[in-house]
């Protein structure tokens, strides 16, 4: 058979040979080609060296000033240089970046961008890329604007205040079993990840807590703030963030509530890099944890509700 490949033995050595090639085929010495304790090495070499595609989950935009501005304006020139800036500066460790360009005027414009505090760099780049590209299809002509991916957000305005309002997400599966010590998990845990978050530690303000909720869930939540924010401007944005949670997401199987400055979310499956899975053996439930499960079904990915409160508001001042 022609290119048929059959092992053989030489000298204690098992190799690889190819026997009845065509005339044309091109042959290269066994002992490179087809060792088995080479070509395994071979194909780690050439599948390191493919890029990964990055999956960018978009989860909305929003232009709340219905001010426009004309195209081949001063704004749109300051515009273009302040997503120029933000994409150009996609790669600084920090996650975040932000920028200025005009003098106060008319024509000034403020932006920032903030990935995620689990983002690579590679990710962080390509989000921020994307979200470059996308936030003025979304928001044509608009003078303020957000948009935001799962793993990051774009924000710019002609405003240097922050009259920012919240955007709330939701599963719209509920827990149904054991409420009380769900929310009472939630709720400690929370508080937990926002005063971590808000002092900062890591340069990010950036925190996430998976724990056992019993012997059959974990629960795994995230708080985030943009790192120039202090720690009072940071915890009491994410000390909103959390009413705001209760108002949309009570009793729900996950939740999230965004600000352009800061931003939580829990959920009952993994969604962050390096969440623990569940190990009953070295992180135990609670003694009095109860034992059945809190959903009747298994968990899944939240086909996305929102909504987008007009009378709860954050100022910032840039």
């Not at 009953?280 to 944890?289: G, L």
Request: hydrophobic residues 40%; aromatic residues 12%.
């Amino acid at each position: 058979m022609a290119g048929e490949i059959i092992p053989f033995s030489r000298g204690g050595n098992s190799n690889w040979r190819l026997i009845n090639a065509p005339n044309n085929a091109t042959t290269m010495p066994s002992a490179i080609i087809f060792n088995p304790f080479i070509f395994p090495f071979l194909f780690f070499l050439i599948s390191s060296a493919v890029p990964t595609t990055i999956s960018l989950d978009y989860l909305l935009s929003d232009c709340p000033d219905t001010t426009t501005f004309s195209s081949n304006s001063s704004f749109q020139t300051s515009l273009n240089s302040v997503l120029s800036f933000l994409s150009s500066n996609s790669t600084v460790q920090s996650g975040f970046h932000k920028t200025t360009v005009g003098d106060g005027g008319d024509s000034t414009v403020y932006g920032i961008f903030l990935c995620r505090g689990d983002d690579t760099e590679d990710v962080c780049r390509t989000c921020v890329a994307t979200a470059v590209e996308d936030v003025p299809v979304k928001c044509p002509n608009r003078k303020q604007a957000i948009i935001w991916y799962d793993v990051c957000m774009i924000w710019y305005s002609n405003a240097s205040v922050d009259y920012s309002v919240p955007i709330s997400l939701w599963n719209p599966d509920f827990i149904t079993n054991n409420v009380t010590w769900f929310t009472n998990v939630l709720d400690d845990t929370m508080n937990k990840i926002v005063l971590t978050a808000a002092m900062g530690h890591s340069g990010k303000k950036f925190a996430t807590a998976d724990v056992n909720i019993n012997m059959l869930r974990k629960l795994y939540t995230l708080a985030q703030c943009t790192p120039d924010l202090s720690f009072t401007d940071c915890y009491n944005c994410l000390m909103e963030c959390i009413r705001q949670l209760t108002n949309c997401c009570s009793e729900r199987q996950g939740g999230r509530v965004l600000f352009s400055r800061c931003n939580i979310r829990y959920e009952i499956y993994p969604f962050y890099e390096n969440a623990a899975a569940l190990a009953p053996d070295t992180a135990p439930a609670p003694a009095t944890a109860p034992a059945t499960d809190l959903v009747a079904a298994p968990p899944r990915p939240p086909a996305i509700s929102k909504s987008i409160s007009q009378w709860h508001q954050i100022l910032i001042a840039f």
